[in-house]
């Protein structure tokens, strides 16, 4: 993919928030991101996954990836959230595996990216396993 896995224009925005002598705000939005995201995707491995999981995890995922620019995961994201919808349930189960691992492999491209821009900052490393 030659698209950025996260916006730039979003994290330049997210910097307006920073406040003076605080701590970097956007490496503490990211590394909040990189910690609870891993956790949320973990709840997706679960066999057999209850399709209302699948569900909730989803719309948290796309929520937290919007938050931050990460537009590609925040779509997989939201298909999920939409397969998962009461009258799809039925076709949902066949194509969760599917769409768990196309999120959890976007998720591991916008790990790494916002890993780089943590560091590149001067935040240090954020654990981003899953």
Known sequence: MNTPPVDPEVLEMLETLQEPGEPDILVELLT???RDTPERLRELTVEPLPVPTAARVAHTVKGSAGNI??????Q?????????RPDRQDEAR???????AALSAEYARV???????????GGG???STH
């Open 111 to 121: 790990a790494q990216h916002l890993q780089l821009v943590i560091v590149a900052r």
């Open 94 to 100: 066949a194509a969760l595996p599917t769409l768990v």
């Open 69 to 74: 620019g990460a537009s590609r995961l925040q």
């Open 32 to 34: 909040l991101f990189l």
């Open 76 to 84: 997989l994201a939201g298909d999920l959230e939409h397969a998962c």
């Open 125 to 127: 490393a954020a654990s």
